[in-house]
């Protein structure tokens, strides 16, 4: 059975960081694609970085420039290193993971993937 653990949320204040990790158990394989997702309360879910097994990453345009999405294979491991952080990026993030062959434009589609970790919370104060 596959499962995605995240882990490294926390409480920073504007302009700080973070890294997110997220743990990948069950499965020996790579992904199509993996990424990170996130939900504020009372907002819609929302795609912020993905890479694909050929490397190629998509990022959501107000992250971009802040935050890096990496993987370490050997760990079986995605990270999400978030710098600068503002009072906006505060919300619940997912990592998921799809084995379908996505096209690129579809990388930030959260409906395009198979599987997610429960769920990580960052919060990010004025």
């Known amino acids: 059975q596959v499962q995605l653990v995240e882990s490294g949320g926390g409480s920073v204040q504007a302009g700080g960081s973070l890294r997110l990790s997220c743990a990948v158990y069950?499965?020996?394989?790579?992904?199509?694609?993996m990424g990170w997702f996130r939900q504020a309360p009372g907002e819609e879910r929302e795609g912020v970085a993905v890479?694909?097994?050929?490397?190629?990453?998509s990022y959501l345009d107000s992250v971009k420039g802040r935050f890096t999405i990496s993987q370490d294979n050997a760990k079986n491991t995605l990270y999400l290193q978030m710098d600068s952080l503002k009072p906006e990026d505060t919300a619940m993030y997912y990592c998921?993971?799809?084995?379908?062959?996505?096209?690129?434009?579809?990388?930030?589609?959260?409906?395009?993937?198979?599987?997610w970790g429960q769920g990580t919370q960052v919060t990010v104060s004025s």
């Open positions: 998921a993971a799809t084995w379908r062959l996505l096209d690129y434009r579809d990388y930030l589609r959260g409906g395009m993937y198979n599987y």
């Open positions: 069950g499965f020996t394989y790579s992904f199509y694609c």
């Open positions: 890479i694909g097994s050929n490397g190629r990453t």
